[in-house]
């Protein structure tokens, strides 16, 4: 009998043995029981989460003849020509090398015949995000009236690649990523159905790689049985899967914390040099920070990635000598360090270079301390206290932020005197008694320096008033005119809110009281600035009367 792969011999036969996804199969097993099912169903989720496999399942379901609490019997004929892909009313697509309208076309025209052995005709097209925007047009009127006897289940990894016109005509259920401690406890069934010996330590780093697909790591495992069939140990793994002993990575990380440049340098030729991935290293040393990260912030152990229960007592130990803000410069780093690498000709050198920046110019330091420490440093001058300070070992950048903060410090005479000047009481200013022509020549006068007032204030409003031109005081109500074009500005201007604001400038300008009012200027009688003087009646009679009319004798 030819070899069988592992996830293929170990497909889950029933909804009860889904892992992990409780939440789509009693669902599914209810609607079966009530005989409440749907036209057309979309199972989404990552790779190897159990899509197709509950697919399969749900189409020997609904045809079987001996149901049991919503499961297949697959004992009855047509449960086990399904199983052995016999049955013509199963038909499985994959819609990656089947996209194309005319296939699409031509399973429209096959729906509507009658199943020939089963009670459904049930149509699984894996990977349905392939079909062309022909294809899923094709599709979309057997969807919205299917007949009676027609299932469609979908599957997909990408549902954002489907038309919302699909996704509305479907009952969509999201498959989990399973967890780790799951998986672990189905590959040790698997072992102990299949006569195999394996570490704890070895199931767990085979789940965690499988990235929560229970196919991965099913996958995993069948390649550690063609490896060796007597006992399948945590190194066999590392050897397989080409990444770095954890127990390595711990000493890196602990060599990068101590600033130990050569046993650093030491540890990184030896890990390339047994032939390891770069990117899988550095993968592994940034999720060792990151689980640094977790147990810091969060005292808890439940959501590490990647470590064994005796590696935990070391991280906790770790996490209490270092600081949130140094675990998070590191991970930041180092995520920079893979990126750059990837696009590097060089990737070692460059990968040794930034370790030893990170390492000999490590710009880490406790920000909380740091704030104490100024702090200490400001009291002990306000007080005219001598000050002592425990000197420590701080990176450059720290000795910059701390020189910053002493020299501030330095003029802090000059600061309590600035405070005592703010303390004092301020003093209003009186507002003046203005004239109506003092008033205007106020505006005039210092018209750019008002709009730049209320620029600074209400862009907006600066955009409506720059367009008037002031006409005349009456009695402190200072009166501006628009153009009759300006209809939409004068509009504007004349809002509750608008010429209370301009009010509120001018009168703060001119420290003076007073109204303001809005007109459109009158073409045939322009209006003009109070006249109070000798000389402005004497203009004014010259261009009413003509200027060889009108004398003005002027006596000393």
Not at 280 to 287: A, P, Q, R, V, Y
Not at 288 to 302: A, G, M, P, Q, V
Not at 416 to 442: A, F, H, L, T
Not at 518 to 535: A, C, D, G, L, V
């Amino acid at each position: 009998m030819s070899h069988q792969a592992i996830y293929r011999r170990f497909r889950p036969k029933i909804f009860d043995d889904v892992l992990g996804q409780e939440h789509v199969t009693k669902t599914i097993k209810n609607q079966i029981l009530s005989d409440n099912i749907a036209h057309a169903y979309l199972f989404t989720g990552i790779r190897g989460t159990g899509k197709t496999s509950t697919a399969k399942i749900f189409a020997r379901a609904v045809n079987c003849t001996n149901n049991h609490d919503g499961n297949p019997c697959n004992e009855c004929e047509s449960c086990k020509s399904i199983l052995n892909e016999t049955n013509m009313d199963v038909i499985e697509m994959d819609a990656a090398s089947n996209n194309g309208v005319e296939d699409i076309r031509e399973l429209r025209d096959k729906v509507k015949f009658l199943p020939v052995n089963s009670k459904h005709k049930v149509y699984i097209i894996d990977e349905v995000h392939m079909l062309s925007k022909g294809a899923f047009n094709a599709l979309l009127k057997t969807l919205e009236e299917p007949p009676e006897h027609l299932l469609f289940i979908l599957a997909t990894t990408e549902p954002h690649k489907i038309p919302p016109t699909i996704l509305s005509r479907c009952q969509r259920f999201d498959l989990h990523r399973i967890k780790i401690p799951t998986i672990v406890e189905n590959m040790r069934k698997i072992c102990d159905e299949i006569n195999v010996d394996i570490d704890e330590n070895a199931l767990k780093l085979i789940a965690s790689n499988s990235e929560g697909a229970m196919r991965d790591a099913q996958s995993i495992l069948d390649r550690c049985l063609s490896f060796t069939n007597d006992k399948i140990d945590y190194e066999t793994v590392i050897n397989l899967l080409g990444t770095v002993n954890y127990q390595t990575i711990m000493e890196v990380a602990s060599s990068l914390l101590e600033k130990n440049i050569e046993k650093t340098m030491v540890l990184v030729d030896d890990i390339l040099d047994k032939g390891k991935e770069l990117s899988f290293f550095l993968d592994e040393l940034i999720i060792y920070f990151r689980n640094l990260l977790i147990i810091k912030t969060t005292n808890s152990i439940d959501n590490l990635t990647k470590v064994s229960e005796d590696a935990v007592n070391e991280l906790k130990v770790i996490s209490e000598k270092i600081s949130i803000d140094e675990i998070v410069y590191y991970i930041e780093e180092l995520s920079s360090t893979q990126v750059d690498c990837k696009r590097a000709l060089n990737p070692k050198i460059l990968l040794e270079t930034k370790l030893i920046k990170m390492m000999h110019n490590s710009n880490t330091f406790n920000i909380e301390e740091l704030v104490k420490r100024i702090e200490m440093l400001e009291n002990g001058i306000k007080s005219d206290k001598p000050i002592y300070i425990k000197q420590v070992n701080t990176s450059p950048k720290q000795k910059e932020v701390e020189k910053s903060a002493i020299n501030l410090t330095k003029d802090q005479p000059s600061i309590k005197s600035e405070k005592s000047e703010e303390e004092k009481p301020v003093k209003k200013s009186i507002p003046r008694n203005m004239g109506d022509e003092e008033i205007y020549n106020g505006v005039v006068n210092g018209w750019q320096n008002i709009l730049r007032k209320i620029r600074s204030e209400n862009a907006g409003l600066q955009a409506i008033i720059r367009e008037c031109n002031i006409v005349e005081v009456k009695n402190k109500k200072i009166v501006f005119e628009f153009d009759p074009k300006f209809t939409f500005h004068i509009n504007a201007a004349n809002q509750s809110k608008n010429k209370t604001k301009f009010k509120e400038i001018l009168s703060g300008f001119l420290n003076t009281e007073c109204e303001v009012e809005f007109i459109i200027r009158n073409e045939e009688k322009k209006q003009s600035k109070p006249k109070q003087t000798i000389e402005d009646i004497y203009e004014d009679l010259k261009n009413e009367f003509g200027e060889d009319k009108v004398e003005f004798n002027q006596e000393d």
